[in-house]
């Protein structure tokens, strides 16, 4: 049974009016906790942004306090200014990560466009190569903020990115018997389209909301490591059985991933569909998926379906899911759920939008 996902309360995040001008506030596309502070990127901008919690009786009841950070000040960008079309945020240790989508973009309809103009834009496929990148940042503990060298106790670390020269994930996977043949399909044709990352010691998964296999979704582990030529570089480390990805298989019953979040040896599944579709969000719970060491093929029974979340009819899209670092009355930690596209309900006072918190099951 899918347990029920009423909203325990809505929490505001409020955002600069540069942020708002650029849309990010309505185009949220990834989420994660750290500390009293919430990580968020939109899809339009080549940013990720801080924003830092504000508390009533201990319970945050929003973040503010909105801080961007540019990420071509701190890691070469194939195009400095374009966007990066962030999909997913992850923090370990002194590391914040953020990946691009991956993915190529078919040119959208306009309501003026006649009927040749309309084939013709449907027939343009567009790759922008800020889009191929994952990038590694570390978080300066003074500030709290990623820079491009921080001073640890083992030594420097830096700003590394992977992608951009031929090196993208995308691009190890040119001959995958699996991925290869939706590579130069758009991303909401059911081509390949990165939507979330987890990380979980060396080791970090980047899940697919397409393509959908018959069904199952994709899920690839890889483990970034520093370019022995350049402390700014990514390279993927091999791994035991050889090869340089493992690509996990998941029975979402025909969804995609959407986002993916570490949960202890679980992982917390966001899906939903893989095209330009309002469907079925639900959160599956892929249990000991962190100590997986082999390719697999992940059956319903190892992914319960923990959460149904609500979604609109062309809005309020499921985008974005954090564990948060509380706990109800009974004992139940939460969850917080951000969304692309909100609904009018959802944008607050001063520009402020609405995330959902919820109740997030055990095993």
Same mark, same amino acid.
């Given at each position: 049974?899918? &347990?029920?996902?009423? +909203?325990?309360?809505?929490?505001?995040?409020?955002?600069?009016?540069? *942020?708002?001008?650029?849309? #990010?506030?309505?185009?949220?596309?990834?989420?994660?906790?750290?500390?009293?502070?919430?990580?968020?990127?939109?899809?339009?901008?080549?940013?990720?942004?801080?924003? #830092?919690?504000?508390?009533?009786?201990?319970?945050? #009841?929003?973040?503010?306090?909105?801080? *961007?950070?540019?990420?071509?000040?701190?890691?070469?960008?194939?195009?400095?200014?374009?966007?990066?079309?962030?999909?997913?945020?992850?923090?370990?240790?002194?590391?914040?990560?953020?990946?691009? *989508?991956?993915?190529?973009? =078919?040119?959208?309809?306009?309501?003026?466009?006649?009927?040749?103009?309309? !084939?013709?834009?449907?027939?343009? +496929?567009? !790759?922008?190569?800020?889009?191929?990148?994952?990038?590694?940042?570390?978080?300066?503990?003074?500030?709290?903020?990623?820079?491009? !060298?921080?001073?640890?106790?083992?030594?420097?670390?830096?700003?590394?990115?992977?992608?951009?020269?031929?090196?993208?994930?995308? /691009?190890?996977?040119? =001959?995958?018997?699996?991925?290869?043949?939706?590579?130069?399909?758009?991303?909401? /044709?059911?081509?390949?389209?990165?939507?979330?990352?987890?990380?979980?010691?060396?080791?970090?998964?980047?899940?697919?909301?397409?393509?959908?296999?018959?069904?199952?979704?994709?899920?690839?582990?890889?483990?970034?490591?520093?370019?022995?030529?350049?402390?700014?570089?990514?390279?993927?480390?091999?791994?035991?059985?050889?090869?340089?990805?493992?690509?996990?298989?998941?029975?979402? /019953?025909?969804?995609?991933?959407?986002?993916?979040?570490?949960?202890?040896?679980?992982?917390?599944?966001?899906?939903?569909?893989?095209?330009?579709?309002?469907?079925?969000?639900?959160?599956?719970?892929?249990?000991?998926?962190?100590? &997986?060491?082999?390719?697999?093929?992940?059956?319903?029974?190892?992914?319960?379906?923990?959460?149904?979340?609500?979604?609109?009819?062309?809005?309020?899209?499921?985008?974005?899911?954090? +564990?948060?670092?509380? #706990?109800?009355?009974?004992?139940?930690?939460?969850?917080?759920?951000?969304?692309?596209?909100?609904?009018?309900?959802?944008?607050?006072?001063?520009?402020?939008?609405?995330?959902?918190?919820?109740?997030?099951?055990?095993?």
């Amino acid at each position: 049974m899918i &347990t029920p996902a009423p +909203v325990v309360r809505q929490v505001a995040l409020h955002f600069t009016e540069g *942020s708002r001008a650029a849309a #990010t506030h309505v185009n949220l596309s990834a989420v994660r906790q750290d500390g009293p502070h919430l990580w968020v990127a939109g899809d339009e901008t080549a940013t990720l942004e801080r924003l #830092t919690v504000r508390t009533t009786d201990g319970v945050a #009841t929003g973040w503010s306090d909105q801080h *961007s950070v540019r990420l071509a000040d701190l890691v070469e960008l194939p195009a400095a200014d374009d966007e990066v079309d962030v999909e997913g945020i992850a923090r370990q240790g002194p590391w914040l990560w953020a990946v691009g *989508s991956h993915s190529l973009k =078919r040119k959208r309809l306009r309501a003026g466009d006649d009927d040749a103009k309309a !084939r013709r834009r449907l027939a343009k +496929v567009v !790759r922008e190569p800020n889009r191929f990148v994952l990038m590694r940042l570390p978080v300066d503990p003074a500030t709290g903020l990623p820079a491009r !060298r921080v001073a640890g106790p083992d030594g420097v670390l830096t700003a590394a990115v992977l992608g951009g020269r031929g090196d993208a994930l995308t /691009d190890e996977m040119a =001959r995958d018997p699996l991925l290869a043949p939706f590579l130069s399909i758009p991303s909401k /044709d059911n081509g390949v389209d990165v939507e979330g990352i987890a990380v979980h010691g060396d080791r970090l998964y980047v899940g697919f909301r397409g393509p959908v296999l018959r069904g199952w979704a994709v899920v690839a582990e890889v483990w970034p490591e520093t370019s022995p030529g350049d402390p700014h570089r990514l390279r993927l480390r091999e791994l035991p059985e050889g090869g340089r990805y493992r690509l996990h298989l998941l029975d979402l /019953d025909g969804l995609g991933v959407r986002d993916l979040c570490p949960d202890g040896p679980d992982l917390l599944v966001l899906a939903g569909p893989s095209m330009s579709l309002s469907g079925p969000v639900r959160v599956h719970r892929w249990l000991d998926g962190c100590a &997986t060491d082999a390719p697999a093929v992940v059956r319903r029974e190892q992914l319960p379906a923990v959460l149904q979340l609500a979604h609109g009819e062309g809005q309020d899209h499921a985008e974005g899911i954090a +564990v948060l670092d509380e #706990t109800g009355p009974d004992g139940a930690r939460r969850l917080l759920v951000v969304h692309d596209s909100p609904a009018a309900d959802r944008h607050a006072e001063a520009g402020a939008l609405l995330a959902d918190v919820v109740d997030l099951p055990d095993r």
